[in-house]
């Protein structure tokens, strides 16, 4: 079974840190871009981060850029995303997300989803 | 990068067909053919239901479909079913290697 499962969600005072995971099964973990995808209490989606099969590229939302981080490990097939400098506007479940087409293509659908992690920052 | 513009609610009877559109520029919907769906139920993960403007996921019913005219998606349903009742999201692969997802649509199934 393909499957998503993230860790790391918690409660952050504003300016802090976080690093989110995000464990992967079931399929070639090293041949799919994958990508963060957020939402904030009762709203909608949005995309943050999304970073390609070998890790080489990455690309962020003007939202986050210069304080989120995406990286992954193909050898432990875990996706990561490292929150600095927390503001409340970041509270949000964390969702990663599985782009559907191999290699070529890094965010134009995404076939496969976590349950999400809840990150809220507050003081 | 401005959301995409979706509807904030639509409706529609059991058995009606309903569209939801989706609005973007020239640099996202209307610049590429990367146009998904997803549909969310309450307190779960989104679903991919169309991908690439009009293909449809193995396991996704026939009755979901997606068009694309100029800088405008659409999201038809038809035979509306109870289970349909749902959040529903547009995104668009943009010409900045972004991703933009709409404002998303409540449907309700009357």
């Known amino acids: 079974e393909v499957q998503l499962v993230e860790s790391g969600g918690g409660l952050v005072q504003p300016g802090g840190s976080l690093r989110l995971s995000c464990a992967a099964s079931?399929?070639?973990?090293?041949?799919?871009?994958l990508s963060w995808v957020r939402q904030a209490p009762g709203k909608g989606l949005e995309w943050v981060s999304g970073v390609s099969d070998s890790g080489g590229l990455t690309f962020y939302a003007d939202s986050v850029k210069g304080r989120f981080t995406i990286s992954r490990d193909n050898s432990m097939n875990t996706l990561f995303l490292q929150l600095n400098g927390l503001r409340a506007e970041d509270t949000a479940v964390y969702y990663c997300?599985?782009?559907?087409?191999?290699?070529?293509?890094?965010?134009?659908?995404?076939?496969?989803w976590g349950q999400g992690t809840l990150v809220t920052v507050s003081s | 990068q401005s959301a995409l513009t979706q509807p904030a609610s639509v409706s529609g009877s059991p058995g009606q067909s309903i569209t939801i559109s989706c609005t973007g520029t020239?640099?996202?919907?209307?610049?590429?053919?990367?146009v998904s769906w997803y549909q969310q139920h309450s307190g779960k993960a989104p679903k991919f239901v169309i991908y690439?403007?009009?293909n449809r996921p193995s396991g996704v019913s026939n009755r979901f479909s997606g068009s694309k005219s100029g800088n405008t998606a659409s999201l038809t349903i038809s035979g509306l079913q109870a289970e349909d009742e749902a959040d529903y999201y547009c995104?668009?692969?943009?010409?900045?290697?972004?991703?933009?997802f709409g404002g998303g649509t409540k449907l309700t199934v009357l």
């Open positions: 020239s640099s996202d919907v209307g610049g590429f053919n990367f």
């Open positions: 995104s668009s692969y943009t010409s900045s290697r972004t991703l933009v």
């Open positions: 997300a599985k782009e559907k087409v191999p290699t070529i293509r890094y965010m134009s659908a995404f076939d496969v």
């Open positions: 690439d403007v009009n």
């Open positions: 079931g399929f070639t973990f090293s041949n799919y871009a």
